[in-house]
C-alpha cells in the first residue's frame, strides 16, 4: 500500500489527541476558580472558566473538552443537576466534583449520575493532578480508541481489532490486501493473540462476505470425530449414523472454512484435507458420489509447521498447499504501544456486559500492563481488564484487582501463609493445581492448547486433571 492510501487512517487515529488537555472549571467562588486556573495552567492545561451552570452549559455547546471540574453546590441548578445535561452534550466527558467537607453525602449521588471523581475542599494538588491526568488518559485513549475503530471500519471493513502500532498497520493492509483473492491463507502466531479475528477480517472483505464464515477448532474435536465433522456423513456409516449429515466443507460452500489449530491434525485427516484443496471435491463419510464445493480456506495454528514438517508430524505438501499467503500475527509484546487501546476496549466491553460504569485503570496498574511480557497475549490481557471490571468497587482498577501472575504474587508464599502447618507434598499438589487452573482458565478451558503451553501429551494433562480434582469449566470462547 502507498503512502497516500494509509494518510487517511494515520491522520484520522492521531487528529483529536494531540495538543495540551482543555479543561473547564465551573465554580461559582472566585478564589476557587483563580487557584484552580493558577495551578493547572503552571501544569501546561488549556483552562476555561465558567461562574453558573448557563455559562458553562454555553461553554460546552461551543467547544469540546477533555475534562471538567463541577462545583457541586452551584447557585440555582446544583452540580448534580447540571451533571445529567452535561454528559447528554458531551457523553465521554469525565467530570470531577468539587465538594466542601459538609457536602461528602452528596457525592454518591454524583457518581450515580457519571461523575468521574469527587474532591474536597481543600484539596491537595498533587492529589488532584495525579486525579485529573489519570482522568484525561483515560478520556483521551477512550476517544482514540473511537476514533481508530472508525477509521478501521471505513476502511476495512475490521471489527473488534484494535492496534495502532507499526506491526499492526502492516498486517491490516496486508489482510486489505489478500481478503479480496481466492488464495489459501495461513495465519501463524501465539495463542491469544487474535487470529480468528483475522480470519474473520479477510472473510468479511472478501466478495464471500455474505456466504457463511464457518469456524471449527480441530484441536478441539476428537480425531475419530474431525472426518464427520468437516465431511459429513451417510445415514449408517458408523454406529451412532442415524441420519445423514452435512459436513462443514457443506455448510462453508461459497464461503470461508476457517481450520483453527490445524498443526494439531492427524496425519490422515491431513491426506483427506490435500486432496480436498487440490481437487475441491470430497466424498461424505461411508459415501460413495463425490460432492464438489467452492470453499476458501483459512488456516491457523501456533505450531511451528516447518518445524514438525522436519519431524514428521506435517506432511509438507499440505504445508506448502496452504502456506500460499502467510500472515504472522505479532505478539502483544511486541506491540506495546497498543496495551492503552485494547485496555480501553476491553473497560467498555466488560462494563456493557455486566452493565456497570467504566473504571479507570490506576496509574500503577497501567505500568504494570505495560511492563508485563504477555504469554497469553491479547486473551491474557482481555482476562485481566475483564477481572479487574468485575471485582472494583471504585470504578478504579488497582494493582491489586489484577491477577497474581501480572503483579508477581507467587502461589507458594499464599499458600504457606494460610496453611503453616500443611506437608510440602500437599503444598507442591495444591500449587500444581492452581497452575493447572490457572492456565486452563486463561485458554478458556481449552486443554489441547494448554497442554501445548506446558509442553505434555494432552494425555498427561487430563490425568493430572482428574488426578487434582481440577475443576473444569464450560470453554466460553476459542
Not at 10 to 20: C, E, F, N
Not at 85 to 105: D, F, N
Not at 394 to 401: E, G, S, W
Amino acid at each position: 500500500m502507498n503512502a497516500e492510501a494509509t494518510e487517511p487512517r494515520l491522520v484520522g487515529t492521531d487528529a483529536r489527541v494531540v495538543g495540551p488537555a482543555r479543561i473547564l472549571i465551573l465554580d461559582d467562588e472566585v478564589a476557587i476558580r483563580e487557584s484552580l486556573d493558577a495551578l493547572l495552567s503552571m501544569e501546561g492545561f488549556e483552562v476555561t472558566l465558567a461562574v453558573d451552570g448557563p455559562t458553562g452549559l454555553e461553554q460546552l455547546a461551543a467547544s469540546e473538552f477533555d475534562l471538567l471540574l463541577l462545583d457541586l453546590a452551584l447557585p440555582g441548578e446544583s452540580g448534580i443537576d447540571l451533571l445529567p445535561r452535561i454528559l447528554e452534550m458531551q457523553p465521554q466527558l469525565p467530570v470531577i466534583m468539587i465538594t466542601a467537607y459538609g457536602k461528602v453525602s452528596n457525592v454518591v449521588d454524583a457518581i450515580r449520575a457519571g461523575a468521574e471523581n469527587f474532591v474536597q475542599k481543600p484539596w491537595d494538588n498533587e492529589k488532584l493532578l495525579a486525579d485529573i491526568r489519570a482522568a484525561i488518559g483515560r478520556h483521551r485513549a477512550e476517544e482514540e480508541l473511537v476514533q481508530l475503530k472508525r477509521a478501521l471500519k471505513q476502511r476495512y471493513n475490521f471489527e473488534n481489532i484494535v492496534g495502532k502500532s507499526e506491526p499492526m498497520l502492516h498486517l491490516f493492509d496486508l489482510v486489505a490486501q489478500v481478503a479480496p483473492s481466492r488464495s489459501t491463507v495461513l495465519v501463524q502466531g501465539e495463542s491469544g493473540t487474535g487470529k480468528e479475528l483475522i480470519a474473520k477480517a479477510l472473510h468479511a472483505n472478501s466478495p464471500r462476505r455474505n456466504k457463511p464464515f464457518v469456524p471449527v477448532n480441530t484441536g478441539s474435536v476428537p480425531s475419530e470425530l474431525l472426518e464427520s465433522t468437516l465431511f459429513g456423513h451417510v445415514r449408517g456409516a458408523f454406529t451412532s449414523a442415524v441420519a445423514a449429515k452435512k459436513g462443514l466443507f457443506e455448510v462453508a460452500n461459497g464461503g470461508t472454512l476457517f481450520l483453527d489449530e490445524i498443526g494439531t491434525m492427524g496425519m490422515d485427516m491431513q491426506a483427506k484435507i490435500l486432496r480436498v484443496l487440490q481437487d475441491r471435491r470430497f466424498m461424505h463419510l461411508g459415501g460413495t458420489e463425490e460432492i464438489q464445493v467452492d470453499v476458501r480456506i483459512i488456516a491457523a495454528t501456533n505450531v511451528d509447521l516447518q518445524a514438525a514438517v522436519r519431524e514428521g508430524r506435517f506432511r509438507e505438501d499440505l504445508y506448502y498447499r496452504l502456506n500460499v499467503i502467510c500472515l504472522e500475527l505479532p505478539p502483544l509484546r511486541a506491540r506495546r504501544q497498543d496495551i492503552p487501546l485494547l485496555a480501553s476496549h476491553f473497560l467498555k466491553f466488560y462494563a456493557d456486559e455486566n452493565d456497570v460504569p467504566v473504571p479507570a485503570l490506576a496509574p500503577d496498574a497501567m505500568r504494570i500492563l505495560m511492563d508485563y511480557e504477555w504469554p497469553g497475549n491479547v486473551r491474557e490481557l482481555e482476562n485481566a481488564i475483564e477481572r479487574g471490571v468485575v471485582l472494583t468497587t471504585t470504578r478504579t482498577i488497582t494493582p491489586d484487582l489484577l491477577p497474581a501472575s501480572l503483579t508477581g504474587n507467587t502461589y507458594s508464599a499464599s499458600l504457606l501463609d494460610h496453611r503453616p502447618d500443611t506437608s510440602l507434598f500437599d503444598l507442591m499438589e495444591e500449587i500444581e493445581r492452581r497452575i493447572i487452573a490457572d492456565r486452563l482458565e486463561r485458554c478458556h478451558w481449552n486443554q489441547t492448547e494448554a497442554a501445548e503451553y506446558f509442553k505434555i501429551p494432552l494425555s498427561t494433562l487430563n490425568q493430572k486433571i482428574k488426578r487434582l480434582n481440577v475443576e473444569i469449566k464450560k470453554r466460553v470462547r476459542d
